[in-house]
């Protein structure tokens, strides 16, 4: 089972990538996985996030609350932005730019996790910062997707809120609660976690993709280029505010990447229950899904090599 999880790990950008390839070619493949299931395999995503949780993690926020600040700051600001800038520059449509939008309010996901640890960069600062932008997330995540699509989609904040909350507050709640009390039991499962996390990721790209095949035939040029953008931006700036405030390497990492990998597969729950009448919302999230895996894979090769001792630039 080790080697299984750690092969799964290795290769799990490649693994969604071809999840990806199959889904889009042959979608009758895939087509089985119903939509409606999206919301509870992230939600099985989160539980597991919640089970790795501990009280200690968030001891890092009250002895350095600047860098966690400066990560919530950085996620909810920069991303956000970049989102909407390159909606407005590519001039994609009211569906495109909801789903563009949504992936930019949503806050890191677990995969940025996996990849700060690859990448030897600093996990507690990037656990920390995930955990406190997605509990934040009910509300952050519906007012700023708000205030950037009120003039062009109609955005229901408390719906939002409550899918959220739904989704991700209650899993991670519940994870957390039988990790505290439940710790041997815990222990056992946190093995397969990776692996669980990985096949619920991969289902949700297969649904997605070979729902929407058509669609993104059609557009799947013009969103891959956006997404590709954003996800890039989104490493820079993470890169450029360690650099700025003097970090070391490790933290400029767990930066870099916080910010630039988000939860895309949050992104595209709310855009299939919050923006229904828009289909090819939830395309925006899906391919952000399969390429954040990629890149992340390739910035971690890289990263690797970069250590307190070295100079990037």
Known sequence: MQNIKN????????IVLIIAIISLLLPKTTIWIETSWITYLLMIVMFGMGLTIKPNDFILILKNPKEVLIGIVGQYTLMP??????????????????????????????????????????IA????????????????????????????VEVD?????????????????????????????TKKVIEILPLISVIAICMIVASVVSHNS????????????????????????????????????????????????????????????????????????AIFSVWHNISGAILASFYRKWNSKEKIV
């Open 214 to 285: 058509q669609k993104i035939y059609t557009s799947g040029i013009l969103i891959l280029c956006v997404v590709i953008l954003h996800n890039f931006l989104g490493y820079l700036s993470g890169f450029l505010i360690g650099k700025l405030l003097k970090m070391n390497p490790e933290k400029t990492k767990a930066f870099s990447i916080e910010i630039g990998m988000q939860n895309s597969g949050l992104a595209t729950s709310l855009a299939n229950t919050a923006f229904s009448a828009l289909p090819m919302a939830t395309v925006p999230g």
């Open 157 to 185: 904040i408390l719906s939002m809120f409550l899918a959220i909350v739904y989704v991700i507050l209650i899993p991670i709640s519940l994870g957390f609660i039988i990790n505290k009390f439940f710790n041997r039991f």
């Open 81 to 122: 932005l970049v989102a909407f800038c390159l909606c407005y520059l590519f001039k994609l449509d009211a569906a495109l730019t909801a789903g563009v939008i949504l992936v930019g309010t949503c806050p890191g996901g677990t995969s940025s996790n996996v990849i700060t640890y690859f990448s030897k960069g600093d």
């Open 125 to 152: 600062l990037s656990v920390c910062m995930t955990s406190v932008n997605t509990l934040l997330a009910p509300v952050l995540t519906p007012l700023i997707t708000y205030f950037l699509l009120k003039t062009t």
């Open 7 to 14: 092969f799964v790990i290795k290769y799990m950008a490649f």
